[in-house]
């Protein structure tokens, strides 16, 4: 086989993957991602990525980590290449990348062990959405650009809103867990409200079309929190993290333990008043009000016996 005829191969071979996986190194001097030039997209490792929010849901992450560990190499590499799980980023003025979406995905990411393959499989493919660092602007032009965008959340995990964003973690590591996002997730699996894209939901009864808006899981957890309260120990530091392991004895008992009076209050009116009552009101069915009370089952395994999948009718 001559030299010709191996460059021919490796032409073929590598026309044949998905550009995610060719994709290089981001850089802060890189250019917004175009759809119709794939070679926009570029990789960076997990622990590069800034965090635009200040909370997830620890048990739903624990939940992911889990089932990532499991991948073999080979598995990970094409889950990870998959359009869908491609990270939206804002290059910030000062060259960093700071992520819009996936927060869970990156954080499940940072948290998985596996020894199959090691920390420097941690690779997540980008799009870069806009680039500040050719932008002169200062930094509160730049959060509130980011806020009127919707690419950024500043509530924290107790629902406290208005939250200085010079407050957020510098990477994944340090977002703060609030179970009422894990909880949230739950209701939506089961389609108790309905979520855009959510395919186990087709054959659900619902009275509107849905959307899949920005934070929707943060707004519908808001909601749980006001009316379904957690027990969280009588301690002067449980008033400022009553979330952390110190604070919450039993977490997945506790959300198990509301799960059914959230799937109702997901269907009542209170609900649909919550979305309505917002400044400036939001359109409920936009965010998967479904007052038929219809939805799926969940069956429970893995971590803690928490970590959810629908069981259809």
């Known amino acids: 086989m001559n030299y010709k005829t191996l460059a021919l191969g490796a032409a073929v071979l590598l026309g044949s993957l998905p550009f995610s996986l060719l994709a290089g190194t981001c850089k802060p001097s890189d250019k917004p ?10 990789k960076l490792h997990v622990d590069e990525l800034r965090p635009t929010q200040f909370s997830v849901g620890s048990v739903a992450v624990t939940c992911k980590a889990q089932k990532i560990s499991e991948k073999s190499k080979k598995k ?11 990270i939206p980023v804002i290059v910030g003025p000062d060259g960093n990348f700071y992520m819009t979406d996936h927060h ?24 870069i959405l806009d680039n500040y ?25 107790k629902g406290t809103p208005d939250m200085n964003f010079a407050l957020l973690p510098v990477d994944v590591s340090g977002l703060l867990n609030d179970p009422y996002r894990t909880l949230s997730r739950w209701v939506r699996e089961s389609c108790g409200y309905v979520k855009k ?6 054959g659900i009864r619902t009275d509107h079309k849905h959307e899949a808006p920005y934070f929707m899981e943060f707004f519908w957890g808001d909601f749980f ?20 392991e110190t604070c919450l004895d039993d977490e997945v008992d506790q959300l198990k333990g509301i799960y059914d009076e959230a799937m109702k209050l997901a269907a009542s009116d209170k ?16 965010y998967g009000y479904n007052p038929s009370g219809e939805h799926l089952q969940l069956k429970w395994g893995g971590y803690q016996n928490a970590c959810e999948e629908p069981v259809t009718p």
């Open 271 to 286: 609900a649909k008043e919550y979305f309505e009552k917002q400044n400036p009101p939001l359109d409920p069915w936009e």
């Open 33 to 42: 991602y175009d759809p119709a030039d794939p070679d926009t997209l570029c």
């Open 225 to 244: 929190r006001q009316h379904l309260p957690l027990k969280v120990k009588d301690l002067e530091v449980c008033k400022s993290i009553p979330y952390s």
């Open 197 to 202: 894209g959510k395919e186990q939901c087709d």
């Open 104 to 127: 869970h995905l990156s954080t499940a990411l940072y948290r998985a062990v596996s020894s199959k393959w090691g920390n420097k499989s941690k690779v997540l493919t980008i799009q």
């Open 133 to 157: 660092t050719t932008k002169d602007v200062t930094w509160g032009e730049f959060w509130e650009a980011m806020q009127e965008q919707h690419r950024s959340y500043n509530y924290d995990n």
């Open 76 to 86: 990970l590499k094409k889950y990870l290449a998959d359009e869908k799980r491609q």
